[in-house]
């Protein structure tokens, strides 16, 4: 059998092939040192002799005082769960409102397709603005309420454009061969297209969920309850050192640094994200891409 011939590299390039290496690898070094910053300023303990830069490299010194302090406070744990709660109704509201919509835009002979196309792309190409989502939200009485953060957004243009390229890239045979054996539309889309359509599911589900888990203008707006406040509002008052009167008590974090309590809040806040993501990671290329052929 005859082996296959291989391209021999010319010395251009390896030479490209360098550069891209040693960009890619100053993007890293870029992305990674003020992030280990935070973690090592995250366990610096109180009274702390050494600067950050030196602290960054002394991990024998360092304090779990601000983690400790963390999830010992009620108030924090009350908002890492509201913040939790709206990431799950939050994916599951989204993908069941985008999931049947998007099907309903790939599908051909859909009478009024194109009036549906143009109906979705319509609000995505003019915002309505700030105001009247507000009017429509408050009207609603979702006031006070956690899903006045999520579902506002709960369906995306952009997402909703990708799935139907998804969508339509799945082979018409598959739901033709379906509808003749007289299975319903409904049918079709759960039996048929859904155990397909597993990547997209994965990718539009984690662009929903980075979304609400870092949502902080909604909560803003419409949540004037202390104890229904997600983490964002708790993590911004920590930074910018306001008064915590709303959810903690100023004093609730003990003993340890402020500086910490700050970069351990944010390292905390990212962890949901930080998990989520090695298990979807795999999906996510495979889904975005197919479901950008079309549309």
Known sequence: MEKPKTVKMTAGDRTFYVLVDVFLIFIFVIILIPMWSTVAQSFRPNGYLYSYLEAMF????????????????????????NSLKILIFGVVTALFLTVPLSYCMSVQDLPGRKLLNWYVLIPYLFNIGLIPTYLVVTGLGFTDHLASVFIPGAVGTYNCLIMRGFFEGIPESLKE?????????????????????????????LFYGVNFWNDFMHPLLYIQNSYLQPLPILLR????GASM?????????GDAPVEAIKAASVF?????????????????????MLGAVKG
């Open 268 to 288: 905390l806040s990212a962890i949901p994200m930080i998990i989520a993501y090695p298990f979807i990671q795999k999906y996510f290329t495979k889904g975005t």
């Open 58 to 81: 002394r991990p024998w010194d360092w304090k779990i005082d601000a983690y400790k302090a963390l999830l010992g406070n009620a108030g924090f744990l009350t908002a890492f769960w």
């Open 237 to 240: 008052n920590i930074l910018l």
């Open 245 to 253: 009167s709303e959810v903690v008590e100023a004093t609730a974090f």
């Open 177 to 205: 061969s379906a509808r003749i054996d007289g299975a319903a539309e409904w049918y079709v889309l759960i039996s048929i297209i859904l155990p397909l359509s597993k990547p997209i599911l994965m990718s539009i589900g």
